[in-house]
Nanobody, 129 residues
Framework: QVQLVESGGGLVQFGGSLRLSCATS????????IGWFRQAPGKEREGVSC????????YSADSVKGRFTMSRDNAKNTVYLQMNNLQPEDTAVYYC??????????????????????WGQGTQVTVSS
C-alpha cells in the first residue's frame, strides 16, 4: 500500500541536477526516520540517504556524498533529496520510505529499508551521458 508520494524525477544530462520530493497526507513525516533509496535495473535496492526524526545531519552513502543532500520541511510535511552533479550510474527508480522501528538510520549503516516500512511508488531518474 502506497503511503508516500515521490515527485521530481526525470531525464537529465550528465552533470545536471534534480530535486526529488517526498510527501504524504497520511501522517506526520517528522515522527519517523526517513530514508531515500534507489534501485537500478538488475541491481538490489540501496540506501542513498536518511534523516532521523530526532534531528541531526543526514547520513549518506559514499557513492553520493558531496553530491546529494537530504533535507526536511516540517511545515510542508515534505522531505527532499537535492541531487547535483548527476552521473549515469545514478540512473534508477528512487523511493522514499518512513522507517518503522529503531536503528534503521545510522551513521555506520545509513538507511536500511524493510518491507513493513511506509513506501512511496517511486520516481524514475535517468541520467544521459
Amino acid at each position: 500500500q502506497v503511503q508516500l508520494v515521490e515527485s521530481g524525477g526525470g531525464l537529465v544530462q550528465f552533470g545536471g541536477s534534480l530535486r526529488l520530493s517526498c510527501a504524504t497526507s497520511r501522517f506526520t513525516l517528522d515522527t519517523y526516520d526517513i530514508g531515500w533509496f534507489r534501485q537500478a535495473p538488475g541491481k538490489e535496492r540501496e540506501g542513498v540517504s536518511c534523516m532521523r526524526s530526532s534531528g541531526g545531519p543526514p547520513y549518506s552513502a559514499d557513492s553520493v556524498k558531496g553530491r546529494f543532500t537530504m533535507s526536511r520541511d516540517n511545515a510542508k510535511n515534505t522531505v527532499y533529496l537535492q541531487m547535483n552533479n548527476l552521473q549515469p550510474e545514478d540512473t534508477a527508480v528512487y523511493y522514499c520510505a518512513a522507517l518503522v522501528g529503531a536503528y534503521r538510520c545510522t551513521k555506520s549503516n545509513g538507511a536500511r529499508g524493510l518491507s513493513h516500512d511506509y513506501w512511496g511508488q517511486g520516481t524514475q531518474v535517468t541520467v544521459s551521458s
